[in-house]
């Protein structure tokens, strides 16, 4: 078996990352990867691991040699202070609060309720 | 379901039983052989994928099982149907008495059966619709085994020397057998007429011909010739190779029949 072992010169083991959607709609999720020598038994075996227990509507292979990859922390992790480039940095609260006590107007209810940023999964009694 | 089987006559009965079982034995025996894969295969990947493969297989068996079951209507359950006969009753396609072999044994076996398993599943018609429903699943489900084994066929076609030419001795070896899926069947006449099969195995033969010529002729591949008549023994005379398999896959069935899992 030694030699079925050995691939043929450009039919070598190559990574493939395997990228699954759950349901119609929903993002696609890296998954994993899989070791195959070309895109049709790479599709083959990311439907294997990936898909035969009808956990996946949608796959995507992506051989790994094919994707960019950026990982240059001078690029990504600048070393100077970026903190004004996020929105937390610029707090407006304060500032809304005295131009509405200045005009006499009340916070939106509805506004606010949509705030906490979890969508509304945050009950009342996780706020109290 | 009940009232579908009591509505058919004994000889349709007796026909369409020995179909399915035709059909539930070359599935289950297909699965065992190539389950001598797991833990074995190329690589993981490989691995993983001729295991499921071959679950499929013997989950396909288990349907036909079961359906055969309430089409014989003996007692016999899929679990008796499947494991409590001699060798002899078995009555799967003799391509499917070859050892699991090399790599190249393996794929030249199941691509050639795949191809063959297409044809014959595409010959059921609507004339025994529990029949009918379950092909359309088992269909949808060999779409998938027919791909993997193509896309191999390919790969050793093209893969250098020494896969090509294990991939030709496979082919040759099996040629002899390798249109046995098509053995006429005694009651084929009362199938055709009851609409359970739309056409005859000869028929579904010349199909498989067509869809082996199509891919096989452009990798230069050799067809496996057509014999003069067709086999009359093709399911039976079983080999060395397939009474081995059967001890070891009704070993724990032969412990004990009564256990329950």
Do not use: C
């Not at chain 1, 030699?3 to 070598?12: C, D, E, Q």
């Not at chain 1, 509405?100 to 606010?112: H, L, N, Q, V, Y």
């Not at chain 2, 389950?35 to 679950?55: K, N, R, Y």
């Not at chain 2, 309430?70 to 070859?98: F, I, K, S």
């Amino acid at each position: 078996m030694a030699s079925a072992r050995k691939p043929a010169a450009g039919h070598r083991l190559e990574p493939w990352e395997v990228f699954q959607q759950a349901k119609e709609g929903d993002p696609m999720r890296h998954g994993g990867n899989v070791l195959a020598p070309d895109a049709d038994l790479a599709t083959h075996y990311a439907r294997e691991l990936y898909g035969r227990r009808q956990e996946s509507h949608r796959l995507w292979i992506v051989r790994r040699a094919d994707i960019r990859v950026l990982e240059d922390a001078d690029l990504l992790d600048p070393p100077l202070d970026r903190s004004f480039k996020k929105p937390g940095g610029y707090v407006m609260r304060g500032k809304l609060e005295a131009a509405r006590a200045k005009a006499g107007t009340e916070k939106p209810r509805a506004r606010s309720e949509g705030h906490d940023r979890t969508g509304g999964r945050r009950s009342a009694g996780d706020q109290a | 379901m009940t009232g579908a089987v009591l509505a058919l006559d004994p000889r349709l009965r007796t026909a369409l039983a020995e179909l399915v079982l035709t059909m539930a034995d070359d599935e289950f025996v297909s699965g065992f052989t190539d389950s001598e894969w797991t833990g074995i295969a190329p690589i993981l990947e490989e691995d993983v994928a001729m295991s499921s493969i071959s679950q499929d297989e013997l989950g396909h068996a288990k349907a036909l099982f079961e359906l055969l079951a309430t089409v014989l209507d003996d007692g016999r359950d899929a679990d008796a149907l499947a494991y409590d006969r001699q060798p002899d009753e078995y009555r799967h396609a003799r391509l499917l008495d070859h050892a699991r072999g090399d790599w190249a044994d393996t794929i030249a076996r199941r691509f050639l059966y795949e191809i063959a398993d297409e044809a014959r599943l595409a010959s059921i018609g609507t004339g025994y619709p529990p029949l009918a429903n379950l092909v359309e699943k088992l269909r949808r489900e060999e779409r998938y085994h027919r791909m993997h084994a193509t896309v191999w066929i390919d790969r050793l076609a093209n893969g250098g020397a020494e896969p090509r030419r294990r991939l030709e001795a496979a082919l040759a070896a099996l040629s002899v057998d390798a249109a046995t899926v098509f053995t006429p069947l005694a009651g084929e006449a009362d199938l055709l007429e009851a609409g359970v099969v739309t056409r005859s195995l000869a028929a579904a033969e010349a199909a498989w011909r067509g869809d082996l010529t199509s891919i096989l002729v452009p990798l230069g591949l050799r067809v496996p010739p057509a014999a003069a008549e067709p086999p009359v023994d093709g399911r039976s005379n079983h080999s060395e190779a397939f009474r081995w398999l059967w001890g070891e896959f009704t070993t724990v069935r032969r412990l004990d029949p009564t256990a329950v899992w």
